[in-house]
C-alpha cells in the first residue's frame, strides 16, 4: 500500500473536496438557499417549541427559561457543528446501497475523511449561526456570576459536545455496514440525543436517564450546566461529572474508531 | 385526459396495492423507522409530562391526553409522510415523466393511488409499534366508543388525502426548481410544526394558533387526533372536522391540478 498522506495533505485535500462540492450546489441556487433557509428554521423550531412550553408554565422541573436556552444553546452549537462536518457520514448507507463505497477504499485517502469532504454541505451552516445566537441570549439572562472558569468550561462544553455528537454520528451510521436499511436507527441517537440535551435530564425518566449517560449525552450540556448554573442533580449524580467530559469524549472516538474499522473490515461490496 | 370508469378504478387499486407490497419488503427499515418514532414519543411524553408537574390542564388537555396524543401523532409521522416527497419529484428532474405523460391514465390519481398504498402499509407498521409500546409504558386513552373509532378511521382517510395533495403541489415545483430537495425540507418543518407535531397545538399561544387554524395542516395531524381523543363526540362537531379536512383536501387537489396544467407546457422532450 502507498504511504498514507501526512495531516497537512488530508486538510489540503478536504479542503478542496469541500470547495469543489460548494460550487456544485451553488449551481442550483434557488435550492441552495432554500436549504440553508430551512436548516436555519429546523433548529429555531426546537426553540420556539421551547419558548411556547414556557408561555404555559414558569419554570419546567425547578429550571428557568434562560437556563433551558443555556442547554440547549451549547448542546446545539455543538451539535451544529457536527452537523457541519461530520455528519456526512449518514450518507454511508447511500454509498453501500449504490454501490459507490468501494470507490471511497480505493483511492490514498481515510474513506470517512473522504466521505466527510465529498458531502460536505454548506447549508448546515445555518444551524451554527442560530445556535450562536439562542447561545449569545442565553449567556447573558443566566444568573451566573462569570469568571475565566465558568467561561472556559462553556468553551469546553461545545467542543466536547462536538466530538461527542460527532462520534455517536460515526458509530450510529456504522450500521449500515451491518444492516444497510437500518438508516433511521442512527436518528434515534443523533437526533434523538440532541432532542433530549435540550432540556433539564430530570425530567426523564430513569432508564432514558441512565441510557444517555450511558450514550453519554448527558455529558455535553447537562452535568457539565449544573456546575456552571450552580445546580445540583436531584437524582444524586456525583459532582465530578460535571468534569469528566473530556474523558469521555476520548472514549467515545475511541469506540468510534474500532467501530468504524470493524465495519471497513466487514464491508462486502453490493452484490448487483 | 383519461376519465373514470370502472377499469380506471381497477387499476388505481392495483396500483395502491402494488404500492403496499412494495413498501412490505423493507423490513429492517421499518422496524428502524418504528423503533426511532416510539423512543422520539418518550422524549416527547416526557418533556410535556413536565408541564404537567405544574399544571393539570393545557388548552382542556390532561396529562393522560398529551401522553396519547404524542404516541399517536408519532405514528402517524411516517403514515403522512411528514418529511417524504414523491417519487414524482425525482422523475420529473430525471426526466422520466416524459414517459407517464403518454400512458393512460391521470397522474394525480396515479400517485394518489400509489400514495395511499403506502399510507396503509405505514399505518399497520409504522403507526401501530409507537402506540402499543407506549400503552404498555403509560395510561393511554383509547377512544371512547365505536362512533369515534369510525369516525377517526373518517378523519385518517381525509388526512391522508390533504398530505399527499400537499406533497403532490411541492414536487411539481421540480418543473421549475429541478432540484426539490431545499423546498421539501421548508415545506416538512412548516408542516411538522403547524400541524401539531412537535406539539399539540393547544400549547400554542393565541396569534400563533389562528396562523394554524388558518393552514391545512392542522387536518392532516391536529383533527385526527383530537377525533381520537374522543373530543367531537358529538356528530355535528365530527362533521365539521370532516367538512374543514375535505375544504383542504378539495383545494390543495385543485392546485395540484392547476400546477399540473401550466407545467405541462414546460415540459420539452429531448430527442437525444
Known sequence: ?????????????????????????????????????????????????IVILFSNVDRLAGWSIAEVAFLYGTATLAFALGDVFISEVELLSHHIRQGSFDRFLLRPVGPLLLLCGQEFAFRRAGKVFQAVLVLGVALTQVPVDWHAGRAAMVVAMVGVGFVIFGGIWVIASSVAFWAVEARELANTFTYGGNFVSHYPLEIFSGWLRRLVTVVPIAFVSYHPALWVLGRKDPNGAPGWFSFAGPLVAIAVVLVARVVWSSGIRHYRSTGS | MAGGGSGHIRLYRAVAGRSFRRHSTYRAATLAGAFTNTVFGFIQVYVLLAVFRVRTDVGGLDAVDVVTFSFVTQGLLAVMS?????????????GDVV??????????????????????????????????????????????DAGVWAGFAFTLVLAVGVGFAWRFVISLSAFWLLDVRGLVQLSGLVFVFFSGFLLP?????????????????????????????SRHRSLPNLLEVLARQTAWLVVLLGLGRMCMARAWHRVVVQGG
Do not use: H, K, N
Not at chain 1, 6 to 20: C, D, P, S, Y
Open chain 2, 201 to 229: 397545538l393547544q400549547f400554542f399561544p393565541g396569534p400563533l394558533r389562528a396562523v394554524a387554524d388558518a393552514l391545512p395542516f392542522a387536518s392532516v395531524v391536529q383533527l385526527p387526533v383530537e377525533v381520537f381523543l
Open chain 2, 99 to 144: 414517459s407517464d405523460l403518454y400512458r393512460p391514465f391521470d397522474l394525480q390519481s396515479w400517485w394518489l393511488a400509489q400514495d395511499v398504498g403506502r399510507a396503509a402499509f405505514q399505518l399497520l407498521f409504522r403507526g401501530v409499534p409507537p402506540f402499543v409500546v407506549g400503552a404498555l409504558a403509560f395510561d393511554l386513552r383509547l377512544p371512547a
Open chain 1, 1 to 49: 500500500m502507498a504511504e498514507l498522506p501526512t495531516l497537512a495533505e488530508q486538510a489540503t485535500i478536504w479542503r478542496r473536496l469541500v470547495g469543489a462540492r460548494i460550487r456544485a450546489d451553488w449551481q442550483y441556487r434557488t435550492s441552495f438557499v432554500l436549504f440553508t433557509v430551512s436548516q436555519f428554521t429546523a433548529a429555531f423550531l426546537d426553540i420556539v417549541v
Open chain 2, 82 to 94: 411528514v418529511f417524504g416527497s414523491l417519487e414524482l419529484a425525482d422523475r420529473i428532474t430525471s
